[in-house]
């Protein structure tokens, strides 16, 4: 009995051995490599730049002039205006940029810019469109030319709450035009 414990415990120490030997061999492992190569090219944004008929670095104004408080009616007063965006014809050809205006909106209606003036507001529109205007606070996709520059015609129009009492005086209303572009 003795002698079959020790062959069967001479047999298990054989097999470890093997089995060990061949787990650690290149014989009996599949060693499968595979290089990755990754390339790209980086590119810096070219600059855009986003003005009026001031220049660029300069705010845009818009003067309404003289408003009569009771002819205000969404279509009175429309002062046309252009937005000029110029970037460097490194930006490419048909690249959509996002256009926001940034604003507080009036209190009496979502579509309008809020001025210093309880129940006045201002309407932003572009020129020869469906007629709706502008949404504050949301992205607007145009799509910049193949030199880099683009003039987009805007009219802006004072709206008043129906029923509202306005008072005389000076008014004011501030936006931020932002572009974000790929």
């Not at 051995?17 to 090219?41: E, F």
């Not at 460097?88 to 309008?112: C, E, H, K, Q």
Request: net charge positive; glycine share 8%.
């Amino acid at each position: 009995m003795n002698k079959k414990r020790v062959n069967i415990s001479l047999i298990v120490m054989i097999l470890t051995i093997t089995i060990s030997l061949l787990l650690n061999s290149k014989i009996a492992t599949a060693d499968t490599n595979v290089v990755v190569n990754m390339k790209g090219r980086l590119l810096d944004f070219p600059p855009c730049e986003v003005y009026g008929l001031q220049g660029k670095g300069n705010p845009i104004h818009i003067d309404f002039g003289e408003i009569g408080i009771q002819r205000i009616d969404g279509q009175r007063y429309r002062q046309d205006w252009t937005l000029k965006i110029a970037c460097d014809a490194g930006l490419g050809r048909d690249v959509p940029i996002a256009l926001t205006y940034t604003s507080g909106r009036s209190s009496f209606d979502n579509l309008a810019i809020a001025t210093n003036k309880t129940n006045l507001g201002i309407r932003v529109y572009p020129v020869n469109t469906s007629g709706e205007p502008i949404k504050i606070n949301t992205p607007m996709t145009i799509r910049m030319s193949s030199n880099g520059y683009k003039e987009i015609p805007l009219y802006s129009v004072p709206v008043k709450r129906s029923g509202g009492n306005l008072t005389a005086g000076k008014f004011s209303a501030t936006a931020t035009v932002t572009i974000t572009y790929p």
